[in-house]
């Protein structure tokens, strides 16, 4: 079966640290871009950051530029992503997923699988 599993998620005060990962398993992901998005507390889910299979498109939510980094390793069909500078706002659930085809904001558009997410809390 085909499944993203996210992790690294947890609990960390403002102005910290985490790395979150997204394993991909089940099938090749060749030609599929991959995404974070989030979804806080009352909120609808938004997006966060894309990568497309080659590393050469990467976007960002002004939200997240300059703090946040996204990569992947495509030996290991997994993508990260490196949060820095953590502020209470940040606080969501963390959903990773793939679409086949190029990176899009449009959360719509990403319609082929979905993590189950993982839960980033920012504290003072």
């Known amino acids: 079966q085909v499944q993203l599993v996210e992790s690294g998620g947890g609990l960390v005060q403002v102005g910290g640290s985490l790395r979150l990962s997204c394993a991909a398993s089940g099938r090749t992901f060749s030609g599929y871009a991959m995404g974070w998005f989030r979804q806080a507390p009352g909120k609808e889910r938004e997006f966060v950051a894309a990568?497309?299979?080659?590393?050469?498109?990467?976007y960002y939510a002004d939200s997240v530029k300059a703090r946040f980094t996204i990569s992947r390793d495509n030996v290991k069909n997994t993508v990260y992503l490196q949060m820095n500078n953590l502020k209470r706002e940040d606080t969501a659930v963390y959903y990773c997923?793939?679409?086949?085809?190029?990176?899009?904001?449009?959360?719509?558009?990403?319609?082929?699988?979905w993590g189950q997410g993982t839960q980033v809390t920012v504290s003072s």
């Open positions: 990568i497309n299979w080659s590393s050469g498109s990467i």
């Open positions: 997923a793939a679409r086949y085809g190029g990176i899009t904001t449009r959360i719509t558009t990403w319609n082929d699988y």
